[in-house]
């Protein structure tokens, strides 16, 4: 073993004068001298007690034992700078798919994503917004968030959260608010994605739109969600889209009251890909983390 490491110089200059073609050649590859490649050519030869190169005219050629010796150690050596390579070589980014609506993209999905990359930096996430919470078609992806039942054929569904509306709003507005019914003279915040939610909170309530409550509709739920902040009016939303913002304080819950269903917010996902690398990484960080 010390004998092969002593020789290792050497060995890599007879690799270069076989793949060169010569010493002058393999000294211009090795960025030394002829001088230098004669003499550990000279010091492979004294280790070995066999010639490995004979003079043939003004260069030098490779002898049969030198011929043989040089073929077996340029593969060595091939082999060699594969195993370095390979162990060196920086990962490439993993991916994975996923389709929510922009509700859930802004208000909880990406205030807690910089988590998953502290535990899984080699992963990248693709996130592309649907227009409604029932579309689960897989198609192009490999998760979504629906909202239903849970019960859909040929597919995985993990209940993210369950579906509860509530109210949010500014906390100057909200010390105006001292029933549920002062709600309807105030302006209601509709998200387009899920513009029956006020009709549902309100029923839950036991109250109905009078032909004075005005409506604004907005894109989504992260927009009604601003706009309350900025004391436009009251937005009704997902209880678990807001409850950052109930922590921070930018916006308060003017009525306990939550309006809820049987249905939640499903991670769906095929169940093939539930043992798999990246995808199972990522299912079980997000339900932790719900």
């Not at 002593?6 to 007879?14: A, D, F, K, N, T």
């Not at 030869?45 to 050629?61: D, N, P």
């Not at 060595?76 to 509700?103: C, G, N, Q, W, Y």
């Not at 897989?138 to 597919?155: I, K, T």
């Amino acid at each position: 073993m010390h004998r092969l490491r002593s020789i290792l110089g050497p060995l890599r200059v007879l690799d270069a004068v076989h793949r060169a073609g010569g010493v002058a050649r393999a000294a211009e590859q090795l960025h030394i001298t002829p001088s230098a490649v004669s003499h550990q050519i000279r010091r492979l030869e004294e280790e070995l007690g066999s010639r490995v190169t004979r003079k043939a005219g003004r260069e030098v050629e490779l002898t049969d034992t030198g011929l043989q010796l040089a073929l077996r150690v340029a593969d060595l050596f091939d082999r060699l700078e594969a195993v370095v390579a390979k162990a060196t070589e920086v990962p490439k980014p993993r991916s994975i798919r996923v389709k929510v609506i922009p509700s859930f993209a802004i208000k909880w999905l990406m205030p807690r994503l910089a988590g998953f990359y502290a535990l899984h930096a080699e992963i990248d996430v693709q996130i592309a917004t649907v227009a409604k919470a029932d579309d689960v078609g897989l198609d192009h992806a490999d998760f979504v968030v629906r909202r239903g039942d849970g019960q859909w054929p040929d597919v995985r569904a993990d209940l993210l959260f369950g579906d509860a509306l509530v109210l949010a709003c500014s906390p100057a507005l909200a010390v105006t608010l001292h029933e549920p019914a002062d709600v309807l003279e105030e302006k209601l915040l509709t998200s387009m994605i899920a513009p029956t939610s006020w009709t549902t909170w309100l029923h839950s309530a036991g109250l109905a739109p009078k032909p004075s409550t005005r409506f604004v509709t907005l894109a989504n739920a992260a927009l009604c969600l601003q706009a309350a902040a900025q004391g436009l009016g009251i937005a009704v939303t997902q209880e678990a889209y807001v409850a950052d913002d109930l922590a921070s304080g930018t916006l308060v819950k003017p009525m306990a009251h939550t309006a809820r269903s049987e249905e939640g917010y499903y991670l769906v996902w095929d169940p093939a890909k539930a043992q798999t690398s990246p995808f199972q990484e990522f299912a079980q960080w997000i339900l932790s983390t719900v």
